[in-house]
């Protein structure tokens, strides 16, 4: 399996434009997660999705960011417009069975950097 | 409230050296823990995790961690480091809360093995 994919490794925009991250998880897995990385806050859990539904978006800093589940096999972060303090490493995880005791399995991430 | 504390940001050692890199959670109720690592430019892995049963547990790459209900402490060590696992590794507990299940970081901690 090639593992959790994200696309684009690395996005840079303007104040103000709009974002789109990917995310293809692990075939099979039916959680998905989308966290955030900074050097202030670590590592942070957005929202997550079981079997394609959204179970927990408190993590969601505004209404700017959304996330979608169309399918098993896709995911998007968008975040519209775009703030400077939104650069940061997004992750995406997927993990299969009840998530509490099972391994997520990260993506290699995408650096966004916002001008 | 539960959280992870690492207690250190940066651990310099020198190749073949032992390593312990600490973790404190708190939760009043049970806990599942767990140790990421995160190479340079990657995603985190898992390097193990602790459900129940015996409190030590082995890992990959040779790490192990020992939980210590007590001590609410689940400190990772490995009795002679190489220069490959310079990365940042990180604790993290699994939790309920809200009525979803979700995992919490620690800030993470930085070892770099020196030759």
């Known amino acids: 399996d090639a593992g959790v994919i994200q696309s684009p490794r690395h996005e840079v925009t303007e104040m103000g434009q709009e974002v789109t991250l990917r995310c293809k998880p692990i075939s099979g897995h039916d959680y998905l997660f989308w966290y955030r990385q900074t050097m202030m806050r670590g590592l942070e859990l957005l929202i997550y999705?079981?079997?394609?539904?959204?179970?927990?978006d408190s993590g969601m800093p505004e209404d700017r960011f959304s996330a979608k589940m169309p399918n098993a096999s896709f995911s998007t972060l968008k975040i519209q417009p775009s703030e400077p303090r939104d650069s940061a490493v997004y992750f995406c995880a997927s993990s299969f069975g009840r998530g509490r005791t099972d391994t997520q399995y990260f993506g290699p991430g995408t650096r966004l950097t916002v001008l | 409230a539960q959280s992870v504390t690492q207690l250190d940001s940066q651990v310099p050692v020198f190749e073949e050296a032992p390593v312990e890199l600490r973790c404190n959670y708190s939760?009043?109720?049970?806990?599942?823990l767990f140790w990421y690592v995160q190479y340079p430019n990657q995603g985190l892995q898992l390097l193990l995790k602790y459900l129940s049963g015996s409190t030590l547990v082995k890992g990959i790459n040779g790490f192990e961690a020992e939980f210590n209900k007590s001590q609410t402490s689940f400190h990772l060590r490995k009795p002679s480091v190489h220069i490959s696992d310079t990365a940042e590794y990180f604790c993290a507990v699994s939790l309920t809360q809200g009525g979803s299940e979700k995992l919490v970081f620690g800030k993470g901690t930085k070892l770099t093995v020196n030759p």
């Open positions: 939760s009043s109720v049970s806990v599942y």
């Open positions: 999705f079981n079997n394609n539904v959204p179970i927990d």
